[in-house]
């Protein structure tokens, strides 16, 4: 069992930026993928960014590609998801995911954090 926690949630003005931590309870080699989901209210959940074991696979929706960075570390079993140039339309609880592969779609996903909320102001 793998047991996820995001933090670093928080709110923003558009434009200003905010660091997404994911920390697991237990280095794991199966479900070694990690990902970022989110859901804004009344919106089903959405592909954010994932990103591989090694760091060197990282995938992004088009809506954050050039705003949002994944980087892992894996030394520390955390996962970071740095958020610049903030929007409005960023507002969202966002999860942290854990799979056996890098993917978009969420149900390959076993493990889920609980969320942390993302609130952008404009």
């Known amino acids: 069992q793998v047991h996820l926690v995001e933090s670093g949630g928080g709110l923003v003005q558009a434009g200003g930026s905010l660091r997404l931590s994911c920390a697991a309870s237990i280095r794991t080699y199966t479900n070694s993928a990690r990902a970022w989901f989110r859901q804004a209210p009344g919106k089903d959940r959405e592909f954010v960014a994932a990103?591989?074991?090694?760091?060197?696979?990282?995938y992004y929706s088009d809506s954050v590609k050039g705003r949002f960075t994944v980087s892992r570390d894996n030394a520390r079993n955390t996962v970071d998801l740095q958020m610049n140039s903030l929007k409005p339309a960023d507002t969202a609880v966002y999860y942290c995911?854990?799979?056996?592969?890098?993917?978009?779609?969420?149900?390959?996903?076993?493990?889920w954090g609980q969320g942390t909320q993302v609130t952008v102001s404009s």
């Open positions: 995911a854990a799979g056996v592969r890098a993917t978009t779609i969420s149900s390959e996903y076993r493990y």
């Open positions: 990103i591989n074991y090694g760091g060197d696979f990282t």
